[in-house]
């Protein structure tokens, strides 16, 4: 195992308004998260698993604490600096694929990496690489809407590590699935992660597919609880 984990987080904080209330959803969340391994996050409906994603996935600012990308302290970079990470460094899957409709499985996964910098062919090269690794290529050429909903999501993944991050936020990834394209998904993702050393915090509600996963925590009262 590397020596840096993927992804830190140390006393993070969060709270939101409401009204009169200040609602403290993050108390002091720490736990780090090493490459290669996935881990699962379970926790009721608002416990505040979004929430943080949004703090690892540097989509939004802790009110105190430290996160750290790949052993790098984010709190007092620039905008830009973090933007720069989160494309970089972070993929990130949704509950929603969120695929462009106009373009095949090919263009999506291809188009990050262009505006990454890379040449046309090399990306759609890696596109079809990793779209055949994760059992898509037969349908290289497919839209989204010729797509299934299982085949929709492993799109999305293959587009969430096109530019080879180091680390894998999925929200609900498979919340929209049926239980057995949701255990088809699971496993591709699994084995990604694997190949690729990838370090995956991943928030379901799934708790047989979270059993696949390397480590199970779960959000307790605004702090990070490891699960058996
Ligand atoms: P989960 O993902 O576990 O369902 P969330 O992180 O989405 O939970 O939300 C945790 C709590 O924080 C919820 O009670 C939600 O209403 C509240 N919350 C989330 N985002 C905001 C916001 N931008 N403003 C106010 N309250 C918020």
Redo the contacts with the bound molecule.
């Keep these: 195992m590397e020596k840096v984990p993927a992804l830190h987080l140390e006393d993070v904080r969060r709270s ?3 009204g009169e209330h200040e ?1 403290a ?1 993050l108390r002091g969340a720490t736990f780090s998260v090493w490459p290669g391994e996935s881990v699962a996050l379970i ?12 703090m690892a996935g540097l989509l939004e600012h802790p009110d105190g604490g430290e996160v750290y990308i790949n052993g790098k302290p984010t709190a007092k970079l620039s905008d830009a600096a973090r933007t720069a990470i989160r494309r970089s460094d972070i993929g990130f899957v949704y509950q929603f694929h969120h695929l462009l409709p106009e373009f095949t499985a090919t263009e999506n996964v291809t188009l990050p990496q262009m505006i990454a910098g890379l040449d046309k062919r090399e990306a759609a090269k890696r596109a079809n690489e990793l779209l055949n690794f994760l059992g898509l290529g037969e349908r290289l050429d497919h839209r989204p809407s010729e797509l299934s909903g299982g085949e929709q999501q492993r799109v999305a993944i293959a587009r969430a590590v096109a530019n080879a991050p180091r680390l894998l936020l999925a ?1 609900e990834p498979t919340g929209n699935l049926d239980p057995g394209t949701a255990d088809h998904v699971f496993g591709t993702l699994s084995k990604l992660v694997e190949a690729t050393k990838l370090a995956a915090v991943i ?1 379901t509600h799934n708790l047989e597919l979270a059993r696949r996963m390397t480590r199970r925590v779960t ?1 307790r009262e605004g702090t990070i609880v490891e699960l058996e």
Excluded: F, V
């Design positions: 939101y308004q409401q609602l959803i926790a009721p409906s608002g416990a505040g698993k979004s929430t943080l994603l949004h929200d928030a959000l």
